[in-house]
């Protein structure tokens, strides 16, 4: 029988999920996992089965987060449009974080070997995120925030466009006030 394991593994995939965030898969070594996480080795592929799942754990787990709280803001406001609004303040101000599920799309694609996995996992996040927004969509065009000649779904792949943009333009150097600015020119362009 072995021995019980002597970490906490939530603690640790969230302790992962950081060290992916800011050095996606490639650039992220076993040693600045182990490190991180506070295991060895061998604690890495007992608990975990290496570094690829590793990595497709800690992307679950950073979608699932990062979308719970993405919903959070989308569904505070006294409208649609006020909780659209939080939405894009949200992503502007945690944009200097490192993206994770930008992060892998950037390094992966859709074409690359585990990319499809990749897929799988973003997935149930990305689905939750999609359907929310284009509830909270067709709610801003009933009471008349919105056009009711916009396509709902187009304007859901907006905003998918626009947070990965601006997480992007956060990594290449733009400040708090550009990326507020850039998330009301988000909105105003959904008008």
Known sequence: MGRPKQFDPDEALDAAVAVFREH???????EMLTSAMGI???SLY????GKWPLYCAALGRYAEDETGEHLKALRTGKTAMDGLERLFKRVAATAHQPCLGVGSVQEFGTDSEGSAELIE?????????????LERVRQAQADGELSAS???K?????????IAALR??????????????????????LR
């Open 168 to 189: 992007l333009t956060a990594r290449g150097g733009a400040g708090e006030t550009e990326l507020r600015a850039l998330a009301r020119l988000s909105l105003q362009a």
């Open 40 to 42: 060895g080795k061998q």
């Open 24 to 30: 996606g898969y490639a650039g992220s070594s076993a």
């Open 154 to 162: 187009v304007a859901v792949s907006f905003v998918f466009a626009q």
């Open 150 to 152: 916009l396509d709902p």
């Open 46 to 49: 007992n608990t975990y089965g």
């Open 121 to 133: 996992v973003r997935a149930p996040a990305g689905q939750a995120l999609q359907a929310a927004l």
